[in-house]
């Protein structure tokens, strides 16, 4: 309770409560001076009246309401009737939330927020009245006003505002701390981050919560505190760190995080121990290795000596595995090995391994194996890294090829004696490929091949990666079904069917001629179609000879089907002659012939012999219709001193023989006899 003090003129003073760190602090002002008081104390007013109307009879200051003045007038000059009290307060409430206005009363007490009555128990009471409102305040600064009058008897009055604090009630985060600074001291290490104390009068705490950059921030904070500021040694690794700080409240909710501080420490923390390290002996002394470390850039590797138990620098690599060049003396070595970061900064030593020298370690595996059956043996091919296969090989080391019947490599494998081996080597990949034939295998059987190498210990390799064949037979294709033979005006079209057996490597098409005794004199192959196994082009003049057509198979081994088991088939060529034959040039002009391939139009030749030649101020160049059965002038064309001369002509019509018509025009305008060129633009299936 804070009832009036009475004092003397001279020394009249208000008394003034402010706030610091927290606490309320009484101080003085004299009673001339305008009354001000610090937020969260109330300015009080005393009225002669209940209508509050008129010049407060005092003035001042009132860090809590919570009176009772009985029977007795509250402050001089005011009656013991009929007096009214007035509080007033301005301050911020943070994030604002659920409040309650707890109020006891005797005799009528009015509650304002911002103008806007909550509490209203206004009335001439003999006993004290209590009541409690819940209101919610909205964020920011927001005025009470708490009005009271004693009509008769005794006066007391009591008002407090309070947070609710309750999770199930209060569900309005706290605002996000302001202020925040970080300070980083790189001789201790120590990042300092501050920040401004929040508003809410319901704050518990604060989370302070740190990030590697490129990373999230983690859902557990790296400290809880009530103070405002932080103190955390971050990892000297050379990164940087990010810090934000969270306000929570007693009911649990957390504000939103404020901006990132970052901090970049220096790099004193080296790499993580390297793993996995092995050691054991083999022709040029101990051979080391051990797992990838992140973040290292060398590696240091020691050796222990075994009379002092210390360790010698062995070397400074960048790789993961070394050779210790001690030589084949099957002595135990211990060593252990450390990463070395960008910075210089080395990390802890790996576990230490000893090796008794003795090599046991099996050789690696042959790698790329490729097997190729042919039709008197197979083929097998490998490869090997120049090193150690080297320096294995010149110590008596060798390659084994096992065999297997079926689809797999089984224990019983046979041990393969190659018939013939050589190696190459590639200088620019560093490693050696190795051949053998095998000739010891049974026609059409199914092996599965493997390769291992076995060292200068007996030390063996696991098998290579295994490969499946099926080796040659000797049995000819059966004869070829379904043969057609389509007369066209590039040649003859041949069909047939398509093997069913699942060797077939090709086709064969030739063309040929009935003999008076039977027999067929074979004139030449056909072309087989390009994107049609079972077709064939047999390319010529269409001019209605009669020609045998025979086709058979080729299987993989390079078994093809009996001659006389040939599918044959005899046709007659379309009749696309024009009226002046071709073939028969007399001169002084001579035609040329023969076809080109189906996506070029190639040039029309010809060539001029004799003294007339010189004459000849130009060609002119016609190309039969076969609509019209007349030749159509296609153009002229300037002569060459090239032997053959030529005429380009695009339009020649793809699957189908174009005849042309040349003749040189004289100086006096008279023409030589025509040469009679011609072109098949053969349409290839």
Same mark, same amino acid.
């Given at each position: ?202 704050? =518990?705490?604060? $989370?302070? %919560? ?68 092995? =050691? ?9 290795? *051990? ?64 090796? #008794? ?19 008197? $043996?197979?083929?097998?091919? *490998?490869?090997?890294?120049? %090193? ?26 046979? $041990? ?86 699942? #060797?077939?490597?090709?086709? !064969? ?47 993989? *081994? ?61 060609? !002119? ?7 019209? $059965? ?56």
């Amino acid at each position: 309770m804070n009832p009036d003090r009475r004092t003397t003129s001279a020394a009249a003073t208000a008394i003034v409560l402010a706030t610091t760190g927290g606490l309320l602090t009484a101080v003085t002002t004299p009673a001339s001076a305008a009354t001000t008081c610090a937020s969260p104390v109330y300015k009080r007013q005393f009225f002669a009246n209940t209508t509050f109307s008129g010049k407060p009879k005092k003035t001042d200051c009132d860090s809590k309401i919570d009176q009772n003045w009985g029977t007795k007038a509250p402050a001089s000059g005011l009656p013991a009737n009929h007096f009214g009290v007035r509080w007033t307060v301005t301050r911020d409430f943070g994030s604002g939330g659920p409040f309650s206005f707890p109020v006891e009363t005797r005799d009528g007490i009015r509650v304002y927020l911002d103008g806007v009555r909550k509490v209203n128990l206004w009335k001439n009471v003999s006993t004290t009245v209590k009541k409690t409102v819940n209101v919610s305040i909205p964020s920011g600064k927001h005025t009470l006003r708490i009005d009271f009058v004693n009509w008769t008897g005794a006066a007391n009055v009591k008002f407090s505002y309070t947070p609710r604090t309750s999770s199930t009630v209060d569900k309005v985060k706290p605002r996000t701390p302001t202020g925040t600074t970080v300070t980083y001291d790189t001789a201790t290490g120590k990042a300092r981050i501050t920040w401004s104390k929040n508003k809410e009068m319901d704050l =518990a705490g604060y $989370r302070v %919560h740190r990030r590697l950059k490129g990373s999230a921030y983690p859902a557990k904070p790296l400290a809880t505190t009530t103070s405002t500021s932080y103190t955390d040694t971050p990892p000297p690794t050379g990164q940087t760190y990010y810090y934000e700080v969270r306000a929570i409240d007693k009911a649990g909710n957390e504000s939103a995080g404020t901006a990132d501080q970052g901090v970049t420490t220096p790099d004193r923390t080296g790499p993580a121990a390297p793993t996995g390290l092995t =050691a054991h002996g083999d022709l040029n002394g101990m051979v080391l290795g *051990w797992n990838a470390v992140p973040d290292a850039v060398a590696y240091q590797l020691y050796e222990r000596n075994p009379a002092t138990g210390s360790y010698t620098l062995v070397e400074k690599l960048t790789g993961t595995s070394y050779t210790h060049s001690v030589g084949h003396d099957e002595t135990p070595h211990t060593y252990v090995v450390r990463a070395l970061d960008a910075a210089g900064n080395p990390g802890p030593y790996s576990k230490p391994v000893t090796s #008794d020298g003795i090599d046991r370690a099996a050789p690696a595996a042959p790698v790329n194996l490729h097997v190729t059956p042919g039709r008197t $043996r197979v083929l097998l091919t *490998w490869n090997a890294p120049e %090193h150690p296969t080297l320096d294995e090989l010149i110590n008596d080391a060798y390659f084994t090829v096992l065999r297997s019947e079926g689809t797999r490599l089984g224990a019983d494998a046979v $041990r393969v004696r190659c018939a013939e081996e050589s190696e190459t080597f590639n200088p620019i990949r560093k490693e050696y490929t190795f051949v053998c034939y095998d000739e010891s295998w049974e026609l059409d059987t199914t092996y599965t091949y493997g390769v291992v190498f076995t060292d200068w210990q007996g030390n063996e390799s696991a098998p290579s990666p295994t490969v499946t064949v099926t080796t040659a037979d000797r049995v000819a294709p059966r004869p070829v079904t379904g043969l057609t033979a389509t007369p066209r005006a590039d040649g003859m079209l041949l069909r047939w069917n398509a093997s069913t057996e699942d #060797d077939i490597a090709s086709y !064969r098409a030739l063309r040929g001629t009935r003999q008076a005794d039977g027999s067929v004199k074979w004139l030449g192959t056909c072309t087989l179609g390009q994107d049609d196994p079972t077709a064939a082009l047999c390319i010529d003049v269409p001019n209605g000879e009669s020609y045998v057509y025979a086709v058979y198979a080729v299987d993989t *081994w390079g078994n093809a089907t009996a001659t006389a088991d040939w599918a044959t088939v005899t046709a007659t060529e379309l009749d696309t002659t024009p009226a002046e034959p071709i073939r028969q040039d007399k001169g002084p002009l001579y035609g040329g012939g023969g076809w080109t391939a189906s996506e070029d139009a190639r040039p029309v030749e010809w060539h001029c012999s004799g003294a007339v030649c010189a004459s000849v101020t130009e060609y !002119r160049v016609s190309r039969w219709n076969p609509e019209t $059965r007349a030749y159509d002038l296609l153009g002229t064309v300037a002569p060459t001193s090239a032997y053959y001369q030529s005429y380009d002509d695009p339009a020649q019509p793809l699957g189908s023989i174009s005849y042309y018509r040349v003749v040189g025009v004289l100086a006096d305008g008279t023409e030589t006899a025509a040469a009679h060129p011609w072109k098949i633009r053969p349409d290839l299936v």
